[in-house]
């Protein structure tokens, strides 16, 4: 596993989804979002999946992908490219619970925080909270990074 530096795990944290690209049967890219749960140092990143769906499908025939965030403000990005594993709820340790529990906090204040922006900017928003609507995650997504990819303009 390669190590994060602590600027590359600030800002994934800062981006509560990543782009997640893995592999089909054919070799076809896939890309989907997923929320970020969290980023360690050691390199190990773990994600939320929401469905048991086409990307958790690639990955367990084909561990390979990559996960990417981009901050188009600031013309900054990230890819962290590895390889992953789906760890279902049934074997959930203490740590991934913990991980659990912070997702769970992270989306009422990204709800909170979503109408709070709205209000302030007077922005006509989605009539809900779509993030209320989404199912609980079936499993995580497990990824220990093999390589980090700066995407910032030099």
């Known amino acids: 596993m390669k190590k994060l530096p602590p600027e590359a795990i600030r800002f994934f944290e800062q981006h509560h989804t990543v782009i997640v690209s893995s592999l089909d049967s054919g070799g076809r890219p896939h890309t989907s979002v997923k929320g970020l749960l969290e980023a360690l140092p050691s390199g190990l990143v773990r994600l939320t999946d929401l469905y ?3 990307t958790s499908r690639n990955i367990r025939k084909n561990s390979r992908v990559a996960l990417t965030a981009v901050d188009e403000h600031r013309f900054r990005g990230y890819c962290l490219k590895g390889h992953a594993a789906i760890i279902p709820q049934e074997k959930f340790s203490s740590v991934h619970l913990r991980s659990w529990e912070e997702w769970e906090k992270r989306l009422t204040k ?6 709070l922006r709205n209000i302030k900017e007077e922005r006509k928003a989605h009539p809900g909270h779509p993030e209320a609507e989404l199912p609980k995650p079936l499993h995580i997504i497990e990824v220990k990074v093999d390589e980090i990819v700066d995407l910032t303009p030099r």
């Open 52 to 54: 048991d769906g086409e």
């Open 110 to 115: 990204r709800i909170a925080d979503r109408v």
